[in-house]
């Protein structure tokens, strides 16, 4: 049996996001359709004698007490299983910390994922999503991986077939508190938008040129208004050669950039790389975990 396994935990993009109610409970509803990309972080995690959770990450704006959700997860993981006591986490961070990309639900759907395998743990997929969702909203779609429309707070997920499209990922360098961009939502000054369902059509039919068209976030609103940058990178990022579509990721900075092909998504972060604080080119992925 093996005593450490390393996941690569993918980062999303938000294809559609529309905020559509507030529950009682001050969770807002969404309508939002995910897909997984190549950027990852990795988490290694080993088995070891203590009775503690350890997480190391040198990232500064990483925590590496029980406020990683990583450690969050491993303590789900551990209060249901009595026979582990103690895990050790390394997490190497790649994904933009509190940039819409959704890095610590990845972080923390890779220990789930991740324990449940190295300790022969026999859960289910829907398990594991049970118990990320206690976690965070992105986590069951981290689990699940690919493409997925998400309703309620975005757990409750219809898996869609992933598109293949090379991307430009852009950040300004300045994190965006989630809890913020929710609060600042006006739903008045949300303009009608597009039906979603016209954008599953296009994942359905493999459309990437019509979906490309159709990308749509309501959060850019309240993003654009406090922190105009980020409306300034969208639209410089829309001027580029070869783009098919730009849109802010979730609660933002980052803006992504679907591309029609490698060498000019090379070219665009050759030209803009010394211009944001974050760049990568990427593509598309079809899942959200897997083993390094
Ligand atoms: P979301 O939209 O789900 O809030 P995000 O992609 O915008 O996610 P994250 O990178 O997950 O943002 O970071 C949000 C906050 O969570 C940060 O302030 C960070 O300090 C904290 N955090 C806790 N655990 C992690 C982790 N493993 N990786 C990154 N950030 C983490």
Request: proline residues 4%.
């Amino acid at each position: 049996m093996a005593n450490s396994l390393c996941v690569h935990a993918h980062a999303k993009i938000n294809l559609y996001l529309d905020v559509i109610g507030k529950r009682p409970d001050g969770y807002h509803e969404l309508e939002t359709i995910f897909h997984s990309i190549q950027l990852h972080d990795d988490v290694i995690i080993r088995k070891c004698r203590g009775e503690k959770i350890t997480v190391h990450c040198d990232h500064p704006k990483v925590p590496c007490d029980e406020q990683n959700l990583a450690h969050r997860a491993a303590k789900l993981m551990i209060e249901k299983v009595e026979d582990i006591r103690g895990v050790e986490l390394v997490i190497r961070k790649r994904i933009p910390v509190a940039a819409g990309l959704g890095g610590g639900s990845a972080d923390a759907a890779a220990v789930l994922w991740g324990m449940n395998q190295l300790f022969e743990l026999n859960l289910t997929q829907a398990d594991l999503m049970r118990l990320g969702v206690q976690l965070g909203a992105d986590v069951p779609f981290c689990l699940l991986g690919g493409a997925a429309l998400g309703r309620g707070i975005g757990e409750i997920l219809t898996p869609l077939p992933p598109i293949e499209t090379p991307l430009v990922l852009a950040n300004p360098g300045f994190e965006i508190s989630t809890a913020w961009v929710f609060q600042n939502h006006n739903f008045l000054l949300t303009m009608p938008t597009e039906n979603v369902r016209i954008l599953v059509c296009c994942l359905q039919n493999g459309d990437v040129l019509s979906l490309a068209d159709k990308l749509h976030n309501s959060l850019e609103e309240p993003v654009f208004l406090r922190y105009p940058a980020v409306a300034a990178l969208k639209a410089k990022l829309a001027q580029f050669d070869g783009n098919k579509g730009v849109l802010m990721s979730g609660s933002g900075a980052t803006v992504f950039v679907l591309m029609q092909g490698s060498t000019e998504s090379h070219r665009l972060a050759k030209q803009i790389e010394s211009e944001v604080a974050f760049c990568t080119v990427t593509t598309t992925s079809k899942v959200g975990l897997c083993i390094a």
